[in-house]
């Protein structure tokens, strides 16, 4: 906390801070569920929200392949992959974002639309615009994200491959389990560190 956040907390009687506080969070998801309402036009009929999420999966896959050509083929030949968009803002104390994306197994060509949620912690302002890409080489493992979601915890902080490692062929993504591959995409290109704090990927009922 610096000398400005100390002085506000010291001049501010608790039940002020307290409502303050709560202010912010409140702030965080509204901002946050608009956003995603913007990404997604959440406002359309189930069919053009799927039509919508569609085309942020194919421009979100044609971006990772300009940025990192290697990972077509991995895509291509892994039992399926999953794709999303989340938005991302921090105020102050805490923050709020969502995000919906789309699986595809590969073999069946089946699709199942997803949600994402994140809760962060911590001071300071800051925007994240990001996507996500899943790659399972496992048939299990895609079942099993599709069937029950996923849960990254608050701290899950890891590097990206570099070229040359052990698992070259999939430079640029982190390794969040053996056979699960995530690459993450900002607004500044193929990020080479992923810290997902507090994330959790669940079916989008109204969608499927």
């Given amino acids: 906390m610096n000398s400005v956040h100390r002085f506000v907390a010291a001049a501010m009687p608790n039940h002020y801070l307290l409502r303050a506080t709560a202010f912010l969070l409140v702030a965080g998801l509204v901002l946050a569920n608009t956003a995603e309402a913007s990404l997604f036009k959440k406002e359309g ?55 919906r994306g789309i699986v595809v197994d590969q073999k069946t060509k089946r699709e199942t639309f997803m949600r994402m949620a994140e809760v962060q912690a911590g001071l300071g302002f800051g925007v994240k615009n990001f996507r996500v ?24 902080t890891a590097s990206a491959q570099a070229a040359g490692q052990g698992a070259s062929v999939f430079a640029g993504a982190v390794s969040v389990t053996p056979g699960v591959w995530l690459y993450q995409l900002t607004d500044d290109g193929l990020a080479l560190e992923l810290t997902a704090k507090g994330t959790k990927y669940y079916r989008d009922d109204a969608l499927n």
Avoid: H
């Fill in 45 to 99: 009929t189930p069919d053009q929200q799927r039509a919508e999420i569609r085309k942020v999966r194919d421009q979100t896959l044609a971006e990772l392949y300009r940025l990192q050509p290697s990972a077509k083929a991995q895509i291509q030949k892994a039992a399926g992959y999953a794709v999303f968009s989340n938005f991302g803002m921090k105020i102050l104390v805490a923050g709020g974002g969502s995000g």
């Fill in 133 to 156: 890409v899943w790659v399972f080489e496992k048939k299990s493992d895609l079942n099993r994200f599709v069937a029950s979601g996923w849960e990254l915890g608050a701290q899950s």
